[in-house]
C-alpha cells in the first residue's frame, strides 16, 4: 500500500472532464466520483486512491504532501499561489479569467472590483497600474455590478452565457484557463516512477 499515488480531484463540473480523460489514457477511475458522499475513493487496484476536495483545496493538500498528484484549474493554481510542481496541461475544463462590468460602465476614480479571485484581480489590477479596491465575494459575482457592490467583476467565462443573462459585457480578458495536473514536490521524487508513468499515459491521449 505504501506505494499508492492519492490523487486530490475536485468535485463539481470538472469531475466529467477528469473521469473522460482518465478513461481515455486506460486509466478507469471510479465513475461515481461525483456522486458519492466519501472523500476517499479506493482504487487500488490501479495503484491509486482519490481524495476529494474542494477546488481551491486540490494545491493545499498537495502541498502538504497529503495527496502526491492533483488535478486542479489554473484559475485556483494563480489565486492560491502554492509551492507545487505544475506536471501538465490537461488541455481540460476550459474556460478564461475575464474583467467584467454594465455595458456602459464609466472609468471612475479608484473602482470597485468584486471577484472569487482577489489576488488575481489585484495583480493584473496592479500590472496595469491601475488603483482598484477588491472585494472579496464567495459566489453570485455577477449580482455585484447590478446592485451597486461593485464597478467590475474579474471571474471565470466559459460560454458567457452567465453574463448574456445578466446584461453584462466582457471588457479584457485576463488569461486562458485549464485544468493542470500538479504533484507534490516530495513525492515527485519519491514516487517518480508511478507519477511519470500516470503523465506518459495522459501525454499520449492529449497529444
Ligand atoms: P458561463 O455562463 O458558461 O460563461 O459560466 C460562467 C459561470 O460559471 C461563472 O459563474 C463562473 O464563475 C463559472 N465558471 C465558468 N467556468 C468555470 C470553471 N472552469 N470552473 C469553475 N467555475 C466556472
Redesign the pocket.
Known sequence: MADLLKVAVPK???VKHISRLFHQAGIPIPEDLDETRKFIIPAHDLGLEFIIAK?ADVPTYVEYGVADIGVV?K?VLMEENRNVYELLDLGI???RFSVIGLPDWEPVLNPRVAS?FPNVASQYFRENGQQVEVIKLN????LAPLIGLADRIV???????????NGLVEMEKIAD?T?RLIANRVSYRMKNEAIQQLCDRLQQVLA
Do not use: Q
Open positions: 463539481g463540473r470538472i477546488p484549474g484559475d475544463a476550459k474556460c472569487k459566489g453570485n459575482v455577477e471571474d471565470l467565462v466559459e460560454t458567457g452565457n452567465t453574463i448574456r443573462e484557463i485544468s
